[in-house]
């Protein structure tokens, strides 16, 4: 994992260099010989997303943006499909560049978040978690802000995190937390964000304020199979 993060950060300094530089030595094409390219190369990209090529399909989006660099929604095409292959390097910094541009680019966000947690840099990560909530008021980026501090033990913050969660989440909202490999369960959110309140408790070495955090997640959501485990913990 170190290495992935290493990695990660010489890719950065590059991906930060990169944009300071012009695209002088770009040809100039004529407007009409720049739609022609442009029709046939969306083409063969939706073509090659079709037959499942995605390295066919990455060539053209790469074509797509040197020939049109104002135009992000090929760079966020592109940054989904890394994302969905799996390549989170790749993904984070082609929704970095989105975001220089455009800094409320909510798919650009995603990718960045879920990217830069996926290799391991938990502390890029948040900031676009917590950009995500505040953007959309959505209650997972919330809780994954909340999960993060928790995990960067920067536990003021995740504390004030689970407790506007707390207040907030709606009571048939629900979250999945894995079970094993191939399955996960779903448990309310507002017993979630109890159950990562008691995990900060315990890091705290808070165990009485941490049983009853446990107790009240399980209270909500009697079948919640983590809280039960946590709340062995405290005994």
Known sequence: MKRIVSFL???????LSYGQES??????????????????????????MRYND???AKTKLYNLIIRNPENLRFQEALGSLYFEMGESTSAALVALDILEVNDKSIGALEIAAYSLEQVGALDRALPHFESL????????????????QYSL?????AMNSVNL????AKTDEKIGFPKSQTETQEVL????????KGMIYLEQGSKEDAKVAF????????AFEMAKENLQKTQ
């Not at 695209?23 to 073509?47: G, H």
């Not at 033990?153 to 913050?157: L, Q, T």
């Open 215 to 222: 107790e009240e997640a399980i209270q909500l959501d009697p």
């Open 23 to 48: 695209n002088d030595s770009i040809p100039k094409l004529d407007a009409k010989t720049k739609r022609i390219l442009n029709i046939e190369d969306q083409a063969a990209y939706q073509l090659a």
């Open 165 to 168: 969660l707390i207040s907030e």
């Open 9 to 15: 950060a010489i890719a950065l300094s590059v991906h």
């Open 189 to 196: 959110m507002k017993a979630a964000a109890l159950n990562l």
């Open 133 to 148: 909530y505040l953007l959309t008021g959505d209650n997972f980026s919330l809780y994954k802000s909340g999960f993060l």
């Open 153 to 157: 033990k920067r536990f003021e913050e």
């Open 54 to 56: 995605p390295a066919m």
